[in-house]
């Protein structure tokens, strides 16, 4: 696993982002860990989150695009992060967008956008926290694809949690990658996951115990994706 990897998963502990116990989530699965990316809050934090997503966009995708896009709300801090680390890392200058949940009628602004309009060849890396169902591709990509001659390069997420999306076989990024016919991908998945915590201290406590692996073990047994 990468460095950069390792770091990443740490970070997110640290940061509360992901926690482990009993949660329910939107789809009413009883999930054993819950990932929250509003939790990122401080100048230091958004500042290493943009790095870790750039890093991952670079390894995965290339620097062969024009615009970072994150769909309302939480994508817009990571689009902005993002596109600023990219140019810290990389010296590439790329532009962010964002949608708006409600198109603003007035002001030289006005539109469905935030940050750059979207041009005509603009090559577009999509970013998102976590992709569980797919619901928010479903709004955003007709959005962007809407806006202009456009082309979605690929989605990077923060976690892949690994398991079924609606159509109960693949999981949530596969499913938008066979929908919409881009490539997706994550910083780091549940498996890397588990293999960083599992028994092994981090911020002074194991996190992952053989309880919780076995609630984690249960919980794919149940929901996780067909490879």
């Known amino acids: 696993m990468e460095a950069y990897k390792q770091e990443f998963i740490e970070f997110m502990v640290e940061s509360d982002v992901l926690k482990f116990g ?72 790329v532009r962010y967008c964002s949608d708006r949940k409600e198109a603003k009628d007035h002001g030289a602004d006005k539109g469905n956008f935030l940050g750059s309009e979207l041009k005509d060849g603009d090559r577009v890396i999509m970013i998102e926290d976590v992709t569980t169902s797919g619901k928010s591709m479903e709004e955003t990509v007709p959005k962007v694809k809407g806006a202009a001659n456009v082309e979605i390069v690929g989605l990077m997420v923060s976690l892949n949690r690994m398991e079924i999306g609606k159509g109960g076989e693949k999981c949530a990024l596969d499913e938008v990658k066979e929908l919409y016919g881009f490539d997706t991908a994550a910083i780091v998945d549940m498996e890397e996951v588990v293999e960083c915590l599992y028994n092994k201290e981090c911020n002074g406590k194991v996190v992952i115990d053989d309880t919780l692996k076995a609630a984690i073990d249960a919980y794919y047994e149940q929901y996780g994706a067909k490879h």
């Open 22 to 93: 009993e949660f329910t989530l939107k789809s009413g699965r009883k999930s054993p860990f819950f990932m929250n990316a509003g939790a990122y809050v401080t100048g230091d934090q958004l500042h290493r989150l943009g790095l870790y997503y750039a890093q991952a966009i670079h390894d995965n995708f290339g620097l062969d695009f024009d615009v970072v896009f994150g769909p309302a709300y939480k994508g817009i801090p990571l689009s902005v992060v993002t596109a600023m680390a990219i140019h810290e890392l990389y010296g590439k200058e």
